[in-house]
């Protein structure tokens, strides 16, 4: 056993080289302890150590990608302190050189995965019940996940599913897969999983280890959202928040944080705010993170606050704060209020100021989920020490990948493209209670949509469920202006819905890493739906991160080309 954990942890570790010509794919380091013998794992130690050594790995990759899908879009600007290599990122220029430019690390984690599928021991059983099932279907969502970032950093990646143990194999030239194409071959790898429970180990470290593990229907959505199949994302989806998981039900309503300016007043002066603890490290919306170490003894820390916040370590000098761009789109928004009058039990529909707010903070005009998320100050500080102060509270001991309100806001991306336009415009208003839906969706478009929006009467009520552009913009059911207008082609109205949700995917998920990738695969779609190639949806945004008076005309350039909007592969 001893031997084949020294095997694991090692394996994995290896480089990439001629990815132009794809010679020479992969070589062992020369320090490489090889075990070709004996390569069984049988035992469940063998097993446990073997995933927990794989989620080790995703440690390294995850602030990376993170700052990947993040620094490159639009809702965060760098700051003068920011490092050369960030700015690269969010010029565009970065070359092979790039410390975040490390796909090496991605393939170790790959080829720990292939290495447990070839050699796990699926025959095993114990009462008639495999005894590996559990770990298998783990080890192989881990696999399909690294190869989806991959894809969204790269474009076009070598493609290996054996493990590469000696220099014969490393040696071999392996095909590139694009993402449409990885995505192909992970939605027919999976589906065979997808109610596969999760193996239970028990706390670890403080954690919960059942959310170091990947929902297989989850990340089938995501393969299928990519792939174009979007009644099939639709489902997995729907049947995840119906149904959750095998051995981790969640609850499938809304247990979802938001900050609204309090109803028993019509001033503006007083806010009621759940927004912000959402991202705590108890947070009842979370449904897959990969957890970083709490101090450097245990292990890896995550960077990110060091890059976002102002620490002691960075002396207060943050590398990185919200775009121009996010806090015009959160000022933008309209914020209804329903009053409720007490005294003579009236209700009336009221609207928060758009210009100026009782000289409280600007990031109170609009959208309310930025100013919940972010705090800043002017400090007293000596001259090691900046003066300004910032924390954003997104950042904790983890990385978030996959939130109850992420999962809501592709439910609808899916619904949306799969001709259900109106369902999806409800999740944003409304929220999908069976009133609700019977109200604002066509009785056509329900026969069609069928199952994919049958709701638990019971769980999805008035009390629990509301749109997801409430979590910030007030009541958003009652906004006269926030509406779904009336189009003449399908067409219109799901262009005009997928704006929509561009913007709510915004608002609600800045700083997590994923708005880059969301710009990419909706102008992928938009480009082949319009058979178009100009690329402008992601140019134009990104180009835009500084705001409407700063446009970036050499940036936009840059973009409109989609070669630039990968990391070169060494």
């Known amino acids: 056993m001893k031997k084949k954990f020294i095997l694991y942890f090692t394996l994995g570790l290896v480089s990439l080289t001629g990815f132009t010509s794809c010679q ?159 995505a192909a071959y992970f939605i027919d790898d999976l589906k065979p999983y997808v109610t596969t429970p999760y193996p239970t180990y028990g706390s670890i470290g403080g954690f919960n280890p059942n959310l170091f593990f990947i929902p297989v229907k989850l990340l089938l959505g995501d393969l299928c959202l990519w792939d174009g199949r979007y009644k099939d994302a639709a489902n997995y989806y729907h049947d995840f928040l119906t149904k959750g998981n095998v051995s981790q039900i969640i609850s499938p309503k809304y247990t979802m944080g938001r900050v609204q300016w309090y109803n028993k007043t019509n001033k503006f002066e007083s806010l009621l705010d759940s927004y912000s603890s959402t991202f705590s490290t108890n947070s009842t919306e979370a449904l897959w993170y990969i957890p970083m170490e709490t101090s450097v003894f245990n292990g890896l820390l995550s960077d990110l606050p060091n890059i976002f916040n102002s620490t002691t370590a960075n002396k207060y000098y943050f590398q990185a704060t919200y775009s121009r761009k996010l806090k015009e789109l959160s000022k933008s928004q309209s914020n209804c209020l329903v009053y409720e009058n007490t005294l003579t039990s009236t209700r009336d529909t009221l609207y928060a100021p758009t210009v100026s707010l009782n000289n409280y903070s600007e990031l109170l005009l609009g959208d309310l989920r930025l100013w919940s998320i972010y705090n800043s100050a002017t400090i007293n500080s000596n001259n090691d020490y900046s003066s300004s102060y910032q924390t954003i509270s997104k950042f904790s001991f983890r990385n978030f990948y996959y939130r109850s309100a992420v999962i809501y806001l592709r439910y609808a991306e899916a619904m949306n493209r799969a001709g259900y336009p109106q369902s999806a415009f409800a999740v944003l208003k409304y929220g999908l209670t069976s009133a609700n839906i019977g109200k604002y969706i066509d009785s056509t478009e329900i026969k069609s949509a069928g199952v994919l929006l049958d709701w638990d009467r019971n769980q999805f009520t008035a009390e629990t469920t509301f749109g997801i552009h409430s979590k910030g913009s007030g009541d958003a059911a009652a906004d006269k202006h926030y509406f779904l207008p009336k189009y003449t082609t399908l067409d219109s109205t799901m262009n005009f819905v997928e704006d929509k949700i561009s913007d709510e995917m915004a608002l609600e998920t800045a700083f997590e890493g994923h708005r880059f990738y969301d710009l990419i695969r909706i102008t992928m779609r938009r480009n082949a739906n319009d058979n178009t190639n100009n690329n402008d949806y992601l140019a134009s945004r990104v180009a835009g991160r500084k705001g409407a008076a700063y446009f970036n005309n050499d940036l936009y350039r840059t973009l409109r080309e989609p070669s630039n909007w990968y990391l070169p592969l060494k």
Not at 78 to 89: G, H, I, S, Y
Not at 149 to 176: D, H, M, R
């Open 24 to 182: 020479g794919l992969l070589t062992q380091d020369s320090d490489q302890v090889l075990f070709a013998e004996d390569n069984k794992l049988d035992s469940p130690t063998d097993t446990v150590y073997s995933v927990i050594g794989i989620i080790n790995l995703m440690q390294k990759v995850s602030d990376r990608t993170l700052l990947l899908g993040e620094i490159r879009g639009d809702l965060v600007s760098l700051t003068p302190d920011a490092n050369v290599q960030l700015q690269q990122l969010a010029d565009f220029t970065s070359g092979t050189d790039n410390v975040y430019n490390a796909p090496e690390d991605y393939y170790a984690i790959i080829n720990n995965c292939n290495y447990f599928i070839a050699n796990a021991d699926t025959s095993l059983k114990k009462r008639n019940n495999p005894i590996f099932l559990k770990e298998y279907a783990v080890v192989k969502s881990f696999r399909a996940w690294t190869y989806l970032q991959l894809a969204q950093i790269y474009g076009s990646v070598p493609f290996v599913t054996e493990p590469i143990l000696t220099e014969k194999q490393a040696s071999k030239v392996y095909e590139k897969k694009d993402i449409k194409a990885i």
